[in-house]
């Protein structure tokens, strides 16, 4: 079945600057991959999202890269701020109605 | 937006007894439930796929006969952990799929305690 590993598990950063997390996942046939934000207690929130056919996308201070041939997809957040504090979770599926297997998670500290 | 709801929040209960969480979509068909478990600080492992009107497929290591997941209806699913016991205590959590549109809806989450 389908792996996706995820790093760092922590990651300390000072706003204002910017964090990156990285996942890569095994199965080729995998071709979505939604980025999840966590707080304590809570139900995941998706931020952003992207399909195989697509490169890059960038929401505002979001944006996810991914790249097909080494499969690997990372979360670009820019200008940090202490909202942004949470665990963050990479994950990945075959397609709609298919189960997303879910990275380890980040855990994002934002300091002010 | 889809929304599902998912209850209890938190359940506290009794080494031996049953448990019932449910999750119901609101506004939209969910052809596909899935159920998942997180342990504290750790990610959400998948447990078992339901589909309406079929059994659910459960994840390797997972005991059927202890949780019991039944999608009776598009709108309604449920899991219930049979015979509980304090290693079971944890957040359970469902992600229904939109019969119209692709996505992945996320109920609140039900804290799990058993004593």
């Known amino acids: 079945g389908e792996n996706v590993e995820q790093h760092p598990s922590t990651l300390s950063v000072q706003e204002g600057d910017s964090a990156v997390i990285k996942c890569t996942y095994s199965?080729?046939?995998?071709?979505?991959f939604p980025w999840y934000k966590q707080e304590l207690g809570k139900r995941p929130q998706l931020i952003i999202d992207i399909r195989s056919n697509v490169g890059e996308k960038k929401d505002q201070r979001i944006a996810v890269t991914l790249n097909k041939t080494a499969k690997h997809f990372s979360l670009h957040i820019t200008e940090t701020q202490p909202e942004d504090s949470a665990v963050y979770f990479c994950?990945?599926?075959?397609?709609?109605?298919?189960?997303?297997?879910f990275g380890k998670g980040t855990l994002l500290t934002v300091n002010p | 937006g889809a929304v599902v709801s998912q209850h209890p929040s938190r359940v506290i209960c009794k080494s031996g007894t049953s448990v019932k969480i449910e999750c119901r979509s609101l506004d939209f068909q969910a052809t596909t439930m899935f159920w998942y478990r997180q342990f504290p600080k750790q990610s959400l492992m998948l447990m078992a796929t339901?589909?309406?009107?079929?059994?659910?497929?459960?994840e390797q290591g997972v005991e059927k006969d202890k949780f019991l997941i039944n999608h009776a209806s598009l709108t309604l699913s449920t899991l219930t952990v049979t015979s509980a016991h304090p290693e079971d205590s944890s957040f359970y959590i469902c992600?229904?799929?939109?019969?119209?549109?692709?996505?992945?809806?996320f109920g609140s989450g039900t804290r799990l305690t058993v004593v």
């Open positions: 994950a990945a599926s075959k397609g709609s109605n298919y189960k997303l297997t």
């Open positions: 199965d080729s046939a995998s071709n979505y």
């Open positions: 339901s589909n309406e009107g079929s059994k659910a497929t459960y």
């Open positions: 992600s229904a799929i939109n019969r119209d549109s692709y996505g992945y809806t």
